[in-house]
T-cell receptor
């Protein structure tokens, strides 16, 4: 079974600085999808970024980028120029065949 | 375009009762997935419906069931409620079957409390 591990329960960063959230996963599959979701205090989950495992190029969405290391089964999220609105729980997720597995989450606090 | 809506937003039930939660996906989306979120177990996949058929199912007991209607709206039912069923239930919709890896858009959730 696929498992997703986020080893950092909590992190903090100063506004305008850069922070990296870690995620590793365990799978024997070759083709799958990886996601980072953000859940602000309002509780609505929002997709941050998506990566297809067959693509070697790392996904980027504005200030958010990933470092996808398929062989190492690692999928970290880098947030550049952190903003107060980035404060939230961040979940890493693995999907294969419609079954999405989430990590335990990292609570990120952006400090002014 | 309106987002995913879930009703009700909050619900209090007693052990042994049953409950039905509703989810309306984004217009045009045909896939609806359900998740349970608890502090202890985190986010867990319940099941996915696509074109009125259950496509995938997580590891939950048969007390948890669902269905999808022809307009893609979905309902989730939990029978014989237990205290451990207290959770935030999230619904997510996707344009096509989530197995293809399309983004899922989440609703605000239904907070179920079982007393």
């Amino acid at each position: 079974a696929q498992t997703v591990t986020q080893s950092q329960p909590e992190m903090s960063v100063q506004e305008a600085e850069t922070v990296t959230l870690s995620c590793t996963y365990d799978t024997s599959e070759n083709n799958y999808y990886l996601f980072w979701y953000k859940q602000p205090p309002s509780r609505q989950m929002i997709l941050v970024i998506r990566q297809e495992a067959y693509k070697q190029q790392n996904a980027t969405e504005n200030r958010f980028s990933v470092n996808f290391q398929k062989a190492a089964k690692s999928f970290s999220l880098k947030i550049s120029d952190s903003q107060l609105g980035d404060t939230a729980m961040y979940f890493c997720a693995f999907m294969k065949g419609g079954d999405m597995r989430f990590g335990a989450g990292t609570r990120l606090t952006v400090k002014p | 375009k309106a987002g995913v809506t879930q009703t009700p937003r909050y619900l209090i039930k007693t052990r042994g009762q049953q409950v039905t939660l509703s989810c309306s996906p984004i217009s045009g989306h045909r896939s609806v997935s359900w998740y349970q979120q608890t502090p202890g177990q985190g986010l867990q996949f319940l099941f996915e419906y696509f074109s009125e058929t259950q496509r995938n199912k997580g590891n939950f007991p048969g007390r948890f069931s669902g269905r999808q209607f022809s307009n893609s709206r979905s309902e989730m039912n939990v029978s014989t409620l237990e205290l451990g069923d207290s959770a935030l239930y999230l619904c997510a919709s996707s344009l096509v079957s989530s197995g293809i890896g399309y983004e899922q858009y989440f609703g605000p959730g239904t907070r179920l409390t079982v007393t």
